[in-house]
C-alpha cells in the first residue's frame, strides 16, 4: 500500500514551502517513486509543484496532481455536501497513488479558500488518503509562549479529528524565542517538535521578482543578477554623499530616472563593494541616456538596473508588499530553504517517524542524497582553490548551507568578497583570527600570496623536492599558485582534502599531488573512478581518467582500489575484468593482461568477486550472461567495472553518459595518502557540490584537520 505524508497547516503565513521541500528531500532518500498531490488549488502555476517536479526529476504531468480548484471545490461542496468533495478528492488521489511508492500531499493554504472548517477538510482529507499528518505552524511576530500554545492547540486539533500526527513545526519564530519555544514544546507533547527560526533571505525577492510584479523594463543586467536577492529598499531623495551613507548591503536603489548622479554613485559603490547591491530601480519612466548606462554597464557589469512609470511612492507600496518565494527559477533559495530544514530538523528521526522502507535499490537520487548525509555525520575540512570562480561560490554557498564541510577559499580576499556581493551569495566567512564556534559550516578566505604559511611550505616543498634541484626561492614562488598551496594545505594537515579543476587542468590539480602528498604504501598507483548514475543503480568505472594503459599488475591494483571506493560509497563491489573477449573464448596479449591481472585480484584478495576477462554486456545483462557465462556470482550483475585501458575507460564513460543520460560523478581520485579530487572544467553547481561531498567522505576515518 503507498505511504503518504499529509503536510497542512492552521492558517496563513506559515512559509509551508520549507517543510514541503525538506520533506520530499527525505523521502526521495529513501525511495525511487514519489508522487505529489494537492487536493485544492488557485489555478494558474504552482510554484513549489513545479519546484519539487523539476529539482526531484519527477516524470508525474503537472494535470495528475491536482484535485480541484477552490471554486470548483466551494460549489461542490455548497450544493452536495462535503462528503460528496472528500469521495471524489478520494478518488483522484487515489488515481496518483497507484503509480508510486509514497505520496505527498500538500494541504490547502487557507487563502481566500471560501471553505467553511477548512482545518477539518484538511483532517478529514488525510484520513481518508491513509496519511501521516505534519501540521505546521506559523510564528512570525509571536513571542515564545505564543508559539507554543499556537502548537499545541494545532496538535490538540487533528489529534481530536483522528490524525495520525507524525511530528509537529514551528516555523519562522523569532530567533530571540526559537530556542525557548523548543525547549516548552518537547516537554508537553509526546511526538517530535522541530521549530525553524524565520530566515530572511527565503522572505526577500529577487530582482527578477520585483521585475515580474512590477512589470518593469530591465535596461541593463543579466540572469544572474536577476537572480539576486533585494534584502533592503534605499529611495534615493538626498545629495550623493549622505545617499552613500544609507545604502545597505544587499539593498534596491529607488530613484528617479533622472538622477544620474545616485545612479552612477551607487554601482561605483557596489564596484568598490561597499556596499554590494542588488540592483537599481529608476522611476517616472525617466531613462538615463546611452552615455549614462554604457558607464553603468562598465562600472557594475550584471548588475540589473530597472524602469518602472510609476513613481516612487506607489512603487514603494507594491515592493513593500512582495514576499519571497520557493520555485523552480530560484534554486538558490531551495538550498537556503533546504539548509534551514536540515539544521533545525532531527531527519533521521523524521524519517523512521514517516515508517518508509527504503528497498534494496540506489537510484541516482539516492546516492547524491547520501553523500550529503554522509557527509554531515562527521564534518570535515575541504579547501577549493578557485576560491573566486562563481560556479565555486556557488557550491561553497549550498555546502555552508547544507553543512556538508568547512571550507578555506583560496584567492584574494577583497575579490572573493565583492564577487560574492556581486552575485548575492550569502557565505559563512570567518576572519582569520575567529574561531568557529563548530556548530554550523564555515568558511574562510586565504590569499597564498600574502598568507604567512608562505615561508613554510616554501621550505617543506623545497625539502620535498630537492633531488629534482628545487630551491627555496623557486619553491616560494611555486607555492604561491593556488593548486600548490591548497595541496600543502592539505599535506601539513590544515585541511583534509582539497577540490579543484573547475577552471584549472587536471594536470594542474593532480599533479602537486603526486609530488607533495604520493600514494598509500598499500596502492602502486593512483587511479580514478566514476560513479556512473543510470536510472535504477548506480556503477563504478575505472580507470577512465589517469593511467593510459597500465599492465596486469596496475590493473589489479586499479580494481582493489575501485572496490574499496565502491563499498566506501554503498556500493557492494563485484567486480568485472572487461575485455573483448568473455572466458576463454579469446586470445592475445590484451585479453592475456586482463586474464593475468583478474588472477592477481583474486590471489589478493580472495575475498572479493570478481569475473574476467569479461564482455561489458555480459557483466550487466543477466539474459547475456547466462548464455556466456553461466553461474558466475559476477556476470549479469557487475558493480565495478574495470576497463583495460584509458583509451576504452575514457570513451565508454562519455559513451554512456551522453546515450543513456547518465550522471557521471568524478573523477574521484584513489590511492592517494589524502584525498584531492579533479573537476571537469564544464562541471555545474550540483557536480561541484558531490564532488567535495565525496573528497569530505573520502577524509573521514582520518584525523580531522587542525586536531
Do not use: W
Amino acid at each position: 500500500m503507498t505511504r503518504s505524508v499529509y503536510v497542512t497547516g492552521i492558517g496563513r503565513g506559515d512559509g509551508r514551502q520549507v517543510i514541503e521541500l525538506g520533506v520530499m528531500e527525505l523521502l526521495t532518500r529513501q525511495v525511487d517513486r514519489v508522487g505529489v498531490f494537492r487536493p485544492l488549488n488557485h489555478g494558474g502555476p504552482d510554484p513549489i509543484f513545479d519546484l519539487l517536479r523539476a529539482r526531484y526529476r519527477l516524470t508525474q504531468s503537472a494535470e495528475s496532481g491536482y484535485g480541484f480548484g477552490y471554486a470548483a471545490a466551494s460549489a461542490l461542496q455548497a450544493e452536495h455536501g462535503t462528503d460528496e468533495l472528500v469521495s471524489q478528492l478520494v478518488d483522484r488521489f487515489h488515481e496518483v497513488a497507484r503509480h508510486y511508492e509514497v505520496v505527498l500531499v500538500l494541504g490547502s493554504d487557507y487563502a481566500d479558500t471560501n471553505l467553511p472548517a477548512e482545518l477539518n477538510l484538511n483532517a478529514r482529507l488525510a484520513n481518508e488518503f491513509g496519511a501521516a499528518v505534519l501540521p505546521v505552524v506559523g510564528g512570525l511576530d509571536q513571542s515564545a509562549e505564543s508559539v507554543v500554545a499556537e502548537v499545541r492547540n494545532a496538535y490538540d486539533a487533528y489529534r481530536a479529528l483522528g490524525c495520525e500526527v507524525i511530528a509537529m513545526i514551528a516555523n519562522r519564530v523569532g530567533d530571540s524565542h526559537a530556542r525557548q519555544a523548543a525547549r516548552q514544546l518537547g516537554e508537553h507533547l509526546p511526538v517530535p517538535v522541530y521549530v525553524l527560526p524565520e530566515e530572511p533571505a527565503l522572505s526577500a525577492p529577487t530582482v527578477g521578482q520585483v521585475v515580474a510584479e512590477l512589470d518593469a523594463e530591465v535596461l541593463l543586467g543579466d540572469p544572474s543578477g536577476l537572480a539576486r536577492d533585494v534584502r533592503d529598499f534605499v529611495f534615493g531623495g538626498a545629495m550623493l554623499p549622505r545617499f552613500l551613507r544609507a545604502m545597505t548591503a544587499g539593498c534596491m536603489v529607488v530613484t528617479p530616472g533622472d538622477r544620474a548622479d545616485l545612479i552612477i554613485g551607487s554601482l561605483a559603490a557596489h564596484s568598490a563593494g561597499a556596499p554590494p547591491i542588488a540592483g537599481l530601480l529608476l522611476t517616472l519612466d525617466e531613462r538615463p541616456g546611452p552615455d549614462i548606462l554604457a558607464l553603468a554597464s562598465r562600472l557594475a557589469p550584471g548588475t540589473p538596473v530597472l524602469s518602472v512609470s510609476g513613481g516612487s511612492f506607489p512603487t514603494a507600496a507594491e515592493l513593500f508588499s512582495l514576499q519571497g518565494k520557493l520555485s523552480a527559477a530560484s534554486p538558490r533559495k531551495a538550498e537556503i530553504a533546504l539548509g534551514l530544514f536540515e539544521t533545525h530538523v532531527d531527519s533521521a528521526r523524521l524519517t523512521e517517524q514517516l515508517a518508509l522502507d527504503r528497498g534494496g535499490r540506489l537510484t541516482p537520487m539516492m546516492f547524491e542524497h547520501a553523500l550529503i548525509e554522509r557527509s554531515r555525520t562527521d564534518r570535515r575540512h575541504v579547501v577549493l582553490p578557485e576560491g573566486a570562480e562563481e560556479r565555486v561560490l556557488r557550491a561553497a554557498e549550498v555546502l555552508l548551507r547544507r553543512n556538508v564541510c568547512d571550507l578555506t577559499l583560496l584567492g584574494d580576499d577583497s575579490v572573493i568578497r565583492k564577487r560574492a556581493g556581486e552575485l548575492g551569495i550569502a557565505l559563512r566567512l570567518l576572519e582569520s583570527d575567529e574561531i568557529s564556534d563548530g556548530t554550523h559550516a564555515s568558511a574562510r578566505i586565504v590569499d597564498p600570496q600574502t598568507s604567512p604559511l608562505r615561508d613554510r611550505f616554501a621550505e617543506l616543498y623545497a625539502k620535498l623536492r630537492a633531488h629534482k634541484g628545487v630551491s627555496f626561492e623557486l619553491a616560494h614562488d611555486v607555492v604561491a599558485d593556488v593548486s600548490y598551496f591548497g595541496t600543502l594545505r592539505v599535506q601539513e594537515g590544515l585541511a583534509d582534502g582539497m577540490v579543484s579543476g573547475a577552471v584549472h587542468s587536471t594536470a594542474a590539480t593532480i599533479r602537486p599531488a603526486f609530488e607533495v602528498i604520493k600514494t598509500k604504501p598499500d596502492a602502486s598507483i593512483v587511479s580514478s573512478v566514476f560513479f556512473m548514475c543510470l536510472a535504477d543503480k548506480v556503477l563504478v568505472y575505472g580507470d577512465c581518467a589517469v593511467n593510459p594503459d597500465p599492465n596486469a599488475e596496475q590493473l589489479a591494483d586499479i580494481a582493489i582500489q575501485s572496490a574499496a571506493t565502491a563499498a566506501q560509497f554503498g556500493v557492494e563491489p563485484r567486480i568485472a575484468m572487461l575485455s573483448y573477449s568473455t572466458g576463454t573464448s579469446g586470445s592475445g596479449a590484451d585479453v592475456d593482461k586482463v586474464r593475468k591481472a583478474t588472477e592477481l585480484v583474486r590471489a589478493l584478495r580472495p575475498d572479493l568477486p570478481v569475473e574476467g576477462p569479461i564482455q561489458y554486456d555480459a557483466a550487466v545483462d543477466a539474459g547475456v550472461a547466462e548464455t556466456k557465462m553461466p553461474g558466475s556470482e559476477v556476470a549479469g550483475q557487475a558493480t565495478v567495472l574495470i576497463f583495460p585501458d584509458l583509451n576504452t575507460g575514457n570513451n565508454t564513460y562519455k559513451a554512456v553518459q551522453r546515450s543513456a543520460g547518465a550522471v557521471a560523478v568524478g573523477p574521484v581520485l584513489q590511492g592517494l595518502r589524502k584525498p584531492v579530487n579533479d573537476l571537469s572544467r564544464g562541471a555545474l553547481v550540483q557536480d561541484i557540490v558531490n564532488t567535495v561531498a565525496i573528497t569530505a567522505i573520502q577524509a573521514q576515518g582520518r584525523q580531522p584537520a587542525g586536531s
